[in-house]
């Protein structure tokens, strides 16, 4: 089937505004997965849901970064009051079953801030 | 704190010959490593894993041998392509956790 989609593909940002980006897992994957990948970096760790539950947070930022998926699919993103420093690609993976190995990644959410 | 490294930002390679690209970890409670090959504009893509318990897995042109002892693991691709040019992120994860910490990548290049 397809692939983990993610939207929009690029987004751009005024300094203060609040932006969501959206994930599609592949059907069936109970792991959800959000990484932020900064210029010249690795992906870093943000938030894992398993189902509809959110198992672990310790990566977001801050409490400007929001994570949600309610139904157990599709999730959200949400930054509130975006900074400058938010600059970076969000990317989405899902697995099958519970737990890291053999992530599927989107292409990511490349975000600007301005 | 950088736990997984990757020391070499960029490698380059001719067409038919070996690429060794090198990871370092600092975490002891790593126990399962993966690498991650990823195309401009596109995600990461799974390549191959180890685990601790091993120190060798191969598959197909791919190997990934891991030293415990240096806390260093390394992946060979041969014969290198021009289809292998891409940036490779090693990463790794603790028993018992859901996150993956990845190094921050090398560029590959293989010229004919």
């Known amino acids: 089937g397809a692939g983990v989609s993610q939207s929009p593909r690029y987004k751009v940002a005024k300094r203060g505004q609040d932006v969501a980006l959206r994930c599609d897992p592949i059907s069936g994957h109970v792991s959800l997965f959000w990484y932020q990948q900064a210029l010249g970096q690795g992906p870093e760790f943000l938030t894992y849901f398993q189902n509809e539950a959110q198992l672990d947070k310790s990566g977001l930022p801050s409490d400007r970064f929001f994570a949600e998926r309610p139904e157990g699919s599709v999730s959200t993103l949400k930054i509130q009051r975006t900074q400058q420093e938010d600059s970076a690609v969000y990317l989405c993976a899902s697995t099958r079953t519970g737990g890291n190995e053999k992530l599927f990644f989107g292409s990511g959410t490349q975000l600007s801030v301005l | 704190d950088q736990q997984v490294k990757q020391n070499s930002p960029s490698l380059s390679v001719q067409e038919g010959r070996i690429s060794i690209l090198n990871c370092d970890y600092t975490?002891?409670?790593?126990?399962?490593f993966l690498w991650y090959k990823k195309y401009p504009a596109e995600g990461p893509t799974f390549l191959i894993s180890?685990?601790?318990?091993?120190d060798k897995n191969e598959d197909g042109r791919f190997t990934v041998f891991l030293n415990k002892s240096a806390k260093h693991l390394s992946l060979h691709i041969v014969p290198s392509q021009p289809g292998d040019s891409a940036v490779y992120f090693c990463a790794a994860s603790a028993l018992n956790t859901d996150k993956l910490i990845f190094g921050t990548g090398t560029r590959l290049q293989v010229f004919p």
């Open positions: 975490n002891s409670m790593f126990d399962y």
């Open positions: 180890i685990s601790s318990i091993k």
